[in-house]
């Protein structure tokens, strides 16, 4: 089943019918014709060919039983309902739904008209077998077709007065054959509607208990999809936690192509908490986060709270001069929120953060749990050498030279001689 477009939204209170008239509410009726309205076009398109097919063969029982009615009766149903049924058989495919309806409606209207105008003319005995034809034509636009139940009810009403109307007029029947054609008119009428009626309804239930159960599972989807986010979200920062961070180095494990995984550190962030109070800490790592958050760039990249004041960014196909480029934007963000944060004791008045960079080469390949030891060691190793600088290490290359890089309180990067990693 075909999805319905915008503007066809529905809710559990729009899962509704009209119990007489068997109508949806509006929603509901949108989306229906987007689920059913091209399956329902091309039935409708079979069923007038075949239904112009049996009206022309009509034309041998009125040549049969009412031959002077025969040139009137092969006109109107040669060449005025064929052409028509042709041109309504190519449009229904073509036409909004309910323009669809009213219109097959008006062409059933003219073809059970034809019965009836011959039986209003003829003044022939056995015109009244030839009424026949009329009843069948009921049949077939209310069960064939199986037009909606109110366009139904306007075709029955309709031509079943009309019908009454040419009885009663026709002075020439006995009364008894009158009362017994208009006894089956009005049978007719009521048999025909009554099982288009339950035919319709037999529907349309159906259809309200399929998209139940459809919008059911989508709400099921949707909540899965919250809760999915939820649980790797940092109620926090906003940012994803560390079972998100989690997922992306498993999904990164075994790849050939370079991956860095960043751990920053909110450089003494305990003093910050017991000069400020708990609630600016907290106002402080969310504004770090956006930061973080703000500076990073590309799709590959994770940005998460690792905990406490620990974040994490994992970068995916990157390479030591992405790594540089990115970390000089993280340090020049966290240096552009100027924060303050006295009684550092090292004598820098604002909040600054410590990185550490576990690289993996393209053509290597690492552990989850290798990434995590090299950045939580290279971290380490900017703490001790100071803090406020970040210290690269990479995955497999012992001995090779550590970058390191410190930001001023002007956010200017100062190079110092590197050094070899612990």
């Known amino acids: 089943m075909r999805r319905a477009r915008s503007g066809a939204e529905v809710s559990d209170g729009d899962l509704t019918v009209s119990p007489c008239l068997l109508r949806f509410s509006r929603p509901v009726s949108a989306r229906y014709e987007v689920d059913n309205g091209r399956e329902r076009a091309l039935h409708l398109r079979r069923t007038i060919l075949i239904g112009l097919c049996f009206h022309n063969a009509y034309n041998l029982t009125t040549a049969l039983l009412m031959p002077a009615m025969l040139p009137l009766a092969v006109c109107l149903r040669l060449l005025l309902v064929t052409p028509l049924g042709l041109l309504l058989a190519w449009a229904v495919t073509r036409m909004p739904g309910p323009m ?50 109110p366009h139904a009810l306007v075709l029955t009403v309709v031509s079943g007065l009309a019908s009454l ?20 008119t009005v049978a007719g009428s009521f048999f025909v509607l009554y099982g288009n009626h339950q035919i319709e309804g037999v529907r349309r239930r159906a259809y309200l208990v399929s998209l139940r159960e459809i919008l059911r599972s989508a709400g099921l989807e949707r909540d899965r999809r919250v809760l999915t986010i939820l649980s790797q979200t940092d109620a926090l920062t906003g940012l994803a936690n560390r079972r998100a961070l989690d997922a992306g180095l498993e999904a990164a494990a075994g790849q050939t192509r370079g991956t860095a995984l960043l751990m920053i550190d ?33 799709r590959g990249e994770v940005v998460a709270r690792y905990g406490g004041e620990e974040f994490a960014i994992l970068l995916k196909g990157g390479d030591a001069r992405t790594v540089e480029r990115v970390v000089r934007r993280l340090r020049a963000a966290i240096a552009g929120l100027a924060i303050p944060h006295r009684d550092r004791g090292d004598g820098i008045g604002f909040v600054t953060v410590s990185i550490g960079v576990a690289l993996k080469a393209s053509g290597r390949t690492s552990t989850p749990a290798e990434l995590l030891a090299e950045a939580d060691g290279a971290l380490y190793e900017a703490k001790r050498r100071g803090r406020n600088r970040h210290v690269v290490r990479e995955i497999g290359e012992a001995g090779l030279p550590v970058r390191e890089r410190r930001l001023g309180r002007l956010a200017i990067l100062q190079r110092v001689p590197a050094r070899t990693a612990a």
């Open 100 to 149: 669809r309806e009213r219109a097959v409606t008006a062409g059933m209207l003219l073809v059970t008209g034809v019965p009836i105008l011959l039986f209003a003319l003829d003044r022939d005995a056995m015109s009244a077998v030839c009424y026949v034809e009329y009843p069948l034509m009921m049949v077939f636009a209310t069960m064939m077709l199986v037009l909606r139940f």
């Open 165 to 184: 109307a040419v009885i009663g007029l026709r002075a020439d029947l006995a009364s008894e054959l009158a009362l017994c054609l208009a006894f089956q």
């Open 266 to 298: 909110v450089d003494h962030f305990k003093r910050f908490n017991d000069t400020y109070g708990h609630p600016a800490g907290d106002d402080g790592l969310r504004r770090i986060a956006e930061a973080l958050a703000g500076a990073t760039r590309s």
